[in-house]
């Protein structure tokens, strides 16, 4: 799975409060972990996409 944060993001925390295994805010803004995604948390990605107000969250 590849996601793409834009630089629309606000650093509001949505898609942290989703999964905050996956997505992470760092002083640099909102990083997704790669590394650390599983097929497990393939409806939480999902959700987070969705919360995110900005819609800064892309799938490719």
Avoid: R
């Avoid at 393939?42 to 969250?57: E, G, H, T």
Wanted: aromatic letters at 14%; a negative charge; glycine letters at 4%.
């Amino acid at each position: 799975m590849n996601i793409f944060i834009t630089n629309n993001c606000i650093n509001c925390g949505a898609c942290v409060q989703v999964n905050s295994t996956i997505f992470e805010i760092t002083k640099n803004g909102v990083i997704y972990n790669k590394e650390k995604y599983t097929e497990e948390f393939s409806d939480d990605l999902y959700d987070a996409i969705y919360s995110c107000p900005v819609n800064a969250i892309h799938l490719y």
